[in-house]
């Protein structure tokens, strides 16, 4: 269980540089879903919508995307996810696990093209599916609790 409870509210982050993708699950279900985009490039602005969503939903734990080249490796936008997730932890004292993200955005906007919603209104919509991707990544791949 890495320390991680397996029971409660789960909120998932797809981080950005100008937007962050936020979702919403709980371990009960092991169900994701999309809940919003905080469009805004100010720290403090986003960590102030962060903290209105942690204490409205009270999750046990947070999850956060991991972006990573095609072939595994680490860029700039890896190094400051990973500094937003330390900054989630450090700030809301709850344990933030990482996600490979990789090929979440280009599946949120495939999905999106399918559903028919066009280009300019895809903006925003995508991010927060991005985050139902990873959570739901992670609720897929976490190993099963142990039975009581």
């Known amino acids: 269980m890495n ?42 602005a986003r960590f102030g919508r962060i903290a209105a969503l942690i204490g409205e939903w009270r999750p046990v734990a947070l999850v956060a995307g ?6 595994g490796g680490e860029h700039d936008l890896t190094r400051r996810a990973r500094r937003f997730a330390n ?13 490979d993200e990789r090929l979440t955005s280009f599946d949120a906007d495939l999905r999106l093209r399918e559903a028919g919603v066009k280009g300019r209104d895809r903006k925003g919509l995508d991010d927060a599916l991005a985050a139902q991707r990873i959570l739901q990544d992670h609720f897929d791949h976490a190993d099963l609790p142990a039975h009581a």
């Open 3 to 44: 320390g991680v409870a397996r029971r409660g509210t789960v909120l998932a982050f797809d981080f950005g540089l100008k937007r962050i993708g936020v979702a919403v699950g709980d371990w009960e279900t092991r169900s994701a879903h999309p809940l919003e985009t905080i469009a805004s490039e100010a720290n403090e």
């Open 66 to 71: 991991l972006p990573l080249s095609m072939d």
């Open 87 to 99: 900054q989630l932890n450090g700030r809301f004292g709850l344990p933030v696990t990482m996600v």
